[in-house]
């Protein structure tokens, strides 16, 4: 009875394989596969390593935790400066004018012209970005093509300006260097990345 229902799992298992071939392709199995086993694998490598090179992965944890706390108190003034900057720059209306001018060329390589001020808001701040994702979310609804893509770029990106305004001046660093242009040129990269493999994943 045992290997009957082994067999019958086997069976229902190559069924739902063949037919999920049949309707999509490898690639995006394969993906959905990844992603449904990353944060478990991650969760379960961690501390296998940690004890393999026999780090106190709890104490490390705790003196992580300990030492964040005191960043977050050191660059509690430079994140009012930034979110108040951030604030005025929506309120002026800037941000639709910038989606206004971008939109012929997002246009050209297949990104919608909702899903801009995601690409615009990120490199200033990971909250308001998160706002315009909800408000896209809400809208269009999470399995579209535009929520899909938004939460993509969402985590394809970096808060490129909030990092170098709060984090660089908390620990007294005025003279940024190439961090600017490589931030930058990392969001945009993840962007255009995030836009190709969307449109080969979700269509």
């Known amino acids: ?8 799992v086997v069976i229902d298992t190559i069924s739902q394989v063949a037919q ?5 392709s490898l690639f995006v199995i394969i993906m959905k596969g990844f992603s449904n086993y990353a944060i478990p694998f991650l ?4 501390p ?11 104490e490390a944890f705790v003196e992580g935790a ?4 005191t960043v977050a108190i050191k660059i509690i003034p430079f994140l009012v400066a930034i979110l108040v900057a951030i604030g005025m720059f929506r309120a002026s209306g800037a941000m639709d004018y910038f989606v206004y001018l971008l939109s012929p060329i997002t246009n050209l390589i297949g990104m919608p012209a909702e899903t801009l001020p995601v690409a615009l808001m990120r490199p200033l701040s990971g909250s308001g970005t998160l706002g315009i994702v909800t408000e896209l979310m809400n809208e269009h609804g999470p399995d579209s093509f535009i929520g899909r893509l938004s939460s993509t770029m969402f985590g394809s990106t970096e808060t490129t300006f909030y990092v170098l305004a709060v984090y660089f001046g908390a620990v007294g660093i005025k003279k940024s260097r190439h961090a600017v242009a490589a931030g930058l040129i990392g969001d945009v990269v993840g962007l255009l990345m995030a836009v190709f493999i969307c449109r080969i994943v979700f269509g």
């Open 1 to 8: 009875m045992l290997d009957s229902l082994s067999t019958s």
């Open 66 to 69: 300990k030492d964040g706390f």
């Open 48 to 58: 296998i390593l940690g004890f393999a090179k026999k780090v106190k992965v709890y």
């Open 20 to 24: 999920s071939t049949s309707s999509e």
């Open 43 to 46: 969760l379960l490598i961690i």
